[in-house]
């Protein structure tokens, strides 16, 4: 009991160090977590600025109103607005949007934010004086609004700040508290540690005393060999028994490992006994082993754990019973003999039966066999593990309930629902469940036996039905180049047209021809030209995929400024074409094939264009997310009907919206394919008469443009 306490008061003395260890530790990392969050001086900021563009913004209202003519961009209220709303958009998300509502000032900004919102359709359509001075009104309010968070987030800045002062204080204390726990904790176990050696020290010497004392007693037991052993194996105590049983001295067997005294020892089956009993389980065996002249011998051991001084240790009594054992292993020789003759005339008795079965049940294919009368004489396991038997006949079966199983297969007949003695002969494929075929074939032998082989014939079916798809895919290709080529045949025909009429007119009028004319017949020429390199690349760069000869060349490559070399260059193709921007402000590094995602972003920009009408408006967004850079194109062109969205990258297809309007339907397909080649996908969003949207991925170029971007 009183060694019970002192190991209940250490645990707790340990307990109590770990205690205060650990809530220091937690208290120190709570102070550098709350040293490392974001004060409000960063949300002080950004709702200044906020408020001064909301400044800007009424600045812009109040000119547009007065009428002045604005020369610059950054001063018009479209420009102005639409930073406006940017910077009110972040103070409704993240911590700001935290620290907005507890100052009770969320529902307002939200609300003016909404207002500016419904407020940008108004200015696209350039609004009247009026409308600018009411909408200067609202955002002079939210100035206002404004004004006053940031009033109110100054205040709860100082706040926070004296109550952290406040709590680190707290901190200070509880450190000093703990300091003292911990002290005193080690102290204790110091002590009780001395103490515990003290305590050691004497129970050896007890324990000395006592093996003393039983050597005594053991030594004087001769019938039967007693070994004492501890928890390594050490032999501790070795009577003159075991010096005859196993011809080894004491003197030579007392502080030596058990494994070295005797092979006996050494055995796995041994040392997990001696195991066993060292941990407090008991048992008992038998050993064989090589006597003298080469005769066997028979050992028994029993091993019992032994508890001295809180030690454990295991004994073991060897007594020699070769006698017994002798006698008990002819006894077990001729019971084995008279088994072995009767087991073999039962073998000879069933091994043509065995044979026969064997055969059958080995076989792949199903068997069964009926009488004349239909009644079942013999099936093996493929005929019951077929999935109409399974479900149908497990219980009773004769040949008409058989057949009648198959009757709703795919590929069953009426014969199998009219089968009736006498019986007539069958061959059916059938489809058995899904992707299983077999053969039922229905036999008669000898006229009184009726034989049915269902034999598994989906390979073959596989192999049928995969040469039947392959050649109806084969149409369909043929078909589609047929389609193709017509189609290309026709695109190519209209600019050859275009080049011939505008050089015979050059040809017949000559110097008659004004510049004017001779301006609008050289860039008609110029146009029909241009169009038919862009069918010639397309109808290569297919080729090209096909043949797998296009290698990807990937490098860091900036994404925004690839976008805008390329709107540039087609705002001089198409004059006529209002072509947006939305891109951040720092480059976008992504690595990529340049020559191949320029093709992407030429083929996704020409055809908003292209099926935008006569004043078309694109707009190009480029942003990233996580680890990867993403750019949108959009328009408010004819669209996409919603049924042909899945089609819209197959070769050579195009949507029925784009009927009369010049194209080969390569052009989304090789983009595509391109993406496909890069890791990414076009992903597609459209509306028939509503516009359509593409957008695409790549991956950023190193890991810290990823983690910015994050």
């Known amino acids: 009991m009183t060694n019970h306490k002192a190991g209940l008061v250490t645990l707790l003395a340990m307990a109590i160090l770990a205690i205060c260890l650990s809530f220091a530790v937690v208290r120190l990392f709570n102070i550098e977590r709350d040293l490392r969050s974001e004060d409000t001086h960063t949300n002080l900021w950004m709702i200044s600025q906020s408020q001064f563009e909301a400044a800007l913004m009424g600045e812009s209202l109040a000119r547009y109103a007065g009428g002045e003519n604005v020369t610059e961009y950054e001063q018009t209220p479209e420009f102005r607005l639409a930073i406006l709303i940017s910077r009110v958009s972040v103070l409704l998300e993240g911590p700001q949007a935290e620290i907005v509502n507890k100052i009770g000032l969320l529902g307002d900004i939200k609300s ?17 004086p009026e409308e600018a001075r009411q909408l200067r009104a609202q955002v002079h309010d939210l100035g206002y609004i404004l004004q006053n968070a940031a009033n109110e987030v100054m205040l709860l800045n100082r706040a926070e700040a004296s109550s952290k002062r406040a709590m680190y204080l707290q901190v200070v204390l509880e450190s000093f508290a703990f300091l003292t726990g911990i002290v005193l904790s080690a102290a204790f176990l110091l002590l009780r540690l001395f103490r515990g050696v003290q305590e ?32 390594n194996l050490e032999c501790l105590l070795w009577n003159p028994g075991m010096e005859g049983v196993l011809n080894v001295k004491p003197d030579l067997a007392v502080g030596r490992l058990m494994q070295d005294l005797d092979p006996l020892f050494a055995k796995g089956d041994v040392i997990r006994s001696l195991n066993l009993a060292v941990e407090g389980t008991s048992s008992v065996f038998e050993d064989e082993l090589a006597g003298e002249e080469g005769q066997q011998r028979c050992l028994e051991i029993n091993c019992f754990p032994v508890s001295m001084a809180q030690r454990k240790l295991g004994i073991a009594f060897v007594r020699d019973v070769t006698e017994q054992w002798l006698a008990r292993k002819q006894a077990e020789r001729q019971n084995f003999d008279l088994e072995i003759k009767i087991l073999q005339r039962t073998a000879a008795l069933r091994q043509a039966e065995r044979r026969l079965i064997a055969a059958i049940e080995s076989a792949s294919e199903g068997f069964a066999a009926f009488d004349w009368t239909g009644k079942l004489l013999f099936a093996n396991e493929q005929i019951w593990a077929a999935a109409p038997v399974a479900l149908w006949c497990r219980e009773e079966m004769s040949l008409p309930v058989f057949l ?14 009219v089968a009736q003695p006498p019986f007539e002969e069958i061959e059916i494929d059938l489809l058995i469940k899904k992707d299983v075929w077999a053969r039922l074939s229905v036999t008669k ?38 389609n193709f080529v017509s189609m290309v045949s026709h695109q190519f025909r209209t600019p050859l047209a275009i080049l011939d009429s505008s050089a015979q007119r050059i040809l017949r009028r000559g110097p008659n021809l004004t510049a004017d004319e001779l301006s609008t017949r050289i860039q008609k020429i110029r146009n029909a030209g241009t169009r038919l390199t862009r069918l010639v690349e397309s109808v290569l760069n297919a080729a090209k995929l ?31 074409a209002d072509i947006r921007f939305q891109v951040p402000d720092l480059p976008v590094q992504v690595y990529c ?19 935008s009408g006569e004043s078309p408006v694109v707009e190009i967004n480029v942003w990233t997310e996580g680890a990867r850079a993403f750019c949108s194109v959009r328009d408010w062109g004819i669209g996409i009907p919603a049924d042909e969205l899945p089609k819209i990258f197959d070769r050579f297809y195009r949507a029925r919206t784009a009927s009369g309007i010049a194209g080969t339907g390569i052009g989304l397909n090789f983009a595509q394919r391109i993406m496909h080649l890069h890791g990414g996908e076009i992903q597609v969003e459209s509306y028939e008469a509503g516009g359509s949207l593409f957008t695409f991925d790549l991956p950023l170029s190193n890991a810290d443009q990823a983690q910015q971007a994050a």
């Not at 020290?201 to 004492?228: T, Y």
């Not at 490098?555 to 805008?564: A, G, I, N, S, T």
């Open 112 to 128: 003016a934010y909404l207002q500016l919102t419904l407020a940008e359709p108004l200015i696209e359509r350039k609004m009247s």
């Open 200 to 231: 050691a020290s004497r129970a050896k010497q007890l324990l000395q005393q006592e093996q003393e004392l039983s050597d005594l007693v053991i030594n004087n037991v001769s019938n039967q060999g007693i070994v004492m052993f501890d928890e």
């Open 404 to 417: 009648r199983c198959f009757a709703m297969c795919e590929g069953a007949d009426k014969r199998l629902l």
């Open 445 to 482: 032998a000898d006229g009184a036996t009726i034989f049915v082989r269902l034999t598994d014939i989906s390979g073959y079916k596989q192999v049928a039905n995969a040469l039947q798809s392959a050649l109806d895919r084969e149409r369909e290709t043929t078909n589609a180049y047929r």
């Open 546 to 576: 096909d043949a797998g000869r296009i290698e990807l060349n990937p490098e860091p490559c900036d994404l925004v400024h690839l976008v805008m070399d390329i709107c540039e260059r087609q705002s001089e193709l198409n004059s006529h």
């Open 593 to 611: 094939d340049t020559m191949l995602i320029e093709q992407v972003v030429i083929n996704l920009l020409s055809n908003a264009v292209k099926y």
